[in-house]
């Protein structure tokens, strides 16, 4: 696929990055949606979703190292919710949108028409998609500067709250190792709509009981707003940190 398939605004985009792009390809096949190469069956056209999953590996192993080296004194925990409030779907997408990310994705003319271009979940796996493609061209050590400086916003913020990060997961994993036979186990339960909009909906188990539930646009926001929703339930005064319950 040739990079001119995304408009001459395209320059724009690269100036944007500052990337001196070896394989330009890789931008191209980073900024396509399934939807998009779904309704266009005939072309040999590549998606996003492996380099996302390249990308989302990238991205924590470059934030990891980094709040790492910076904050020697941390715990473990801190940390973690540091990282995930740096690298989740919310923080991802703000970075994508201040890109005008969206008007280079090429997606589906159904995806476009139910508001694609301005979707979280989509921007922030073109975002991780970009992260893997950068790797790819340019490899680890460009990758780390990249992702630092595109994420230096979030970063400052996450650390300007001391790791209070509304990740959800973290806090309910975190509630359940006070007792040391207590492990979560996370589930899609149900898929609703088409492929291009999805809703999922996952569930967070322990010793075999359902403890929360809810929906997402992906899996990972499902189980956050399930996290969400099991802690609600003990706040309220439901027990769920013993087996006989």
């Known amino acids: 696929m040739k990079l001119g398939i995304l408009g001459p605004k395209i320059d724009e985009l690269i100036g944007v990055m500052g990337i001196d792009w070896t394989s330009p390809e890789l931008l191209v096949t980073a900024l396509t949606h399934s939807s998009y190469a779904h309704e266009n069956k005939r072309e040999p056209i590549e998606h996003n979703q492996r380099l996302e999953f390249l990308g989302d590996a990238v991205l924590e192993l470059v934030i990891s190292e980094y709040l790492y080296d910076r904050f020697p004194t941390y715990p473990e925990g801190v940390l973690t919710k540091m990282r995930a409030g740096i690298v989740c779907e919310s923080s991802l997408a ?98 609703e709509g088409p492929d291009h909009n999805k809703v999922f909906t996952a569930g967070v188990y322990c010793h075999g009981k359902i403890w929360g539930v809810g929906k997402g646009r992906t899996k990972k926001e499902a189980e956050q707003a399930a996290a969400h929703d099991a802690l609600e339930k003990i706040k309220n005064g439901y027990n769920v940190l013993s087996k006989g319950e």
């Open 94 to 191: 703000s970075v994508a949108r201040a890109m005008n990310l969206g008007q280079y994705i090429l997606m589906g003319k159904g995806e476009e028409r139910s508001g694609g271009r301005n979707r979280p979940s989509i921007l922030a796996d073109a975002m991780e998609a970009i992260f893997g493609a950068v790797y790819l061209d340019q490899g680890l050590e460009t990758t780390k500067l990249f992702i630092i400086n595109t994420l230096s916003e979030q970063i400052s913020k996450v650390v300007a709250k001391g790791g209070q990060t509304g990740d959800y997961k973290t806090e309910l994993q975190e509630l359940v190792q006070q007792k040391a036979d207590n492990t979560l186990t996370y589930a899609i339960i149900g898929e």
